[in-house]
């Protein structure tokens, strides 16, 4: 690509849209190349998570956060930490309680 005869403009507006396609590429090359290492894994009779061990498992989209903060009185009320304060949190501190009352 000779980037010389291209304007201003379309050398901002490429510019834009690289980062999301290496992005893009980058994640396809991965999931590629993780099923070229399963297939041969497969072929020697392993997983490939046997392979790697527990410690260095691909993590699973979604997993679980462990429980930071759950309410003395009701062990269904728990939090991680993470994200907004839950409404019981909330009012847990308006009464004037420390968040350190509700560490697991």
């Known amino acids: ?5 291209l304007s201003l403009v379309q050398l ?3 510019q ?4 999301s396609e290496i992005k893009r590429r980058e994640a ?4 590629n190349v993780l099923n070229e290492l399963r297939a041969f ?12 061990g527990k410690e260095t498992k691909v993590k699973a989209a979604g997993s679980k956060v462990r429980v930071k903060y759950r309410h003395p009185d009701n062990a269904e009320l728990e939090w991680t930490g993470r994200g907004r ?12 309680k420390a968040l350190e009352g509700l560490l697991v």
Do not use: H, N, Y
Not at 16 to 19: A, F, L
Not at 28 to 31: D, S, T, V
């Open 1 to 5: 690509m000779d980037l010389s005869k």
């Open 12 to 14: 901002q507006e490429l």
């Open 16 to 19: 834009q849209r690289i980062p």
């Open 28 to 31: 396809e090359e991965k999931a």
């Open 41 to 52: 894994a497969k072929s020697r009779g392993f997983a490939i998570e046997d392979l790697l």
């Open 85 to 96: 304060k839950p409404k019981w949190v909330e009012t847990w501190l308006a009464e004037g």
